[in-house]
């Protein structure tokens, strides 16, 4: 059952992962939240190769405002907001959500829009000139937007998760990807 806070859907508190207490982090997600290496590379390591990409969803829609701002995006913009899990021994460990302003998708960022069931990891990070901006860490709380969509199809007691996002550049333009390490994922 959804909860609402005050009348209105929560949107998850994003802080720069330099300014969060590790000392309230669960441990054994430490290594996963703060690595900077490809998520994509490390899930394959860590599941002996059983690695798919599950999409959700994949369609224009306007972002949350946390998105926007963290995107310098306008009020009535749209992007393209991609949902997947990754799934990791026949179980979801990672619910990704990914947010592609549509100025990104012009040039070569059109490939962004035919990933299909490829990880979007892999694209970013085979591309040499990509940057990848500081990562801001969440704790989504099961009364907050993303907790449903994602632990969608999951049987989860009411718990919270963690989740870790940056701002990728490709050819100098943003795109946001949020990853939420879902209750599956072991200890690395």
């Avoid at 021994?89 to 990914?98: E, L």
């Avoid at 998708?105 to 970013?124: I, K, V």
């Avoid at 199809?153 to 490709?170: A, N, P, T, Y």
Wanted: hydrophobic share 40%.
């Amino acid at each position: 059952m959804k909860v609402k806070r005050q009348g209105v859907w929560q949107e998850p508190v994003w802080r720069p992962a330099d300014n969060v207490l590790r000392a309230r982090l669960p441990k054994r997600l430490l290594p996963w939240l703060y690595d900077r290496g490809s998520l994509t590379l490390r899930l394959q390591q860590a599941s002996g190769g059983d690695f798919s990409v599950r999409v959700l969803s994949q369609g224009w829609q306007r972002p949350l405002l946390n998105e926007r701002l963290a995107l310098a995006m306008g009020h009535h913009e749209y992007g393209m907001v991609r949902q997947v899990q990754l799934i990791c021994k026949g179980q979801p460990w990672v619910y990704a959500r990914s947010v592609i302003p549509a100025r990104t998708m012009s040039g070569a960022g059109r490939q962004l829009a035919m990933l299909g069931n490829r990880p979007l990891g892999a694209f970013l990070f085979a591309n040499n000139g990509v940057v990848r901006e500081p990562m801001e860490i969440a704790c989504v709380h099961p009364d907050e937007m993303i907790y449903n969509d994602a632990t969608a199809g999951l049987e989860l007691e009411q718990q919270k998760i963690w989740g870790r996002r940056s701002v990728f550049r490709f050819e100098q333009k943003p795109l946001l990807v949020s990853e939420f390490f879902l209750p599956s994922i072991p200890a690395r």
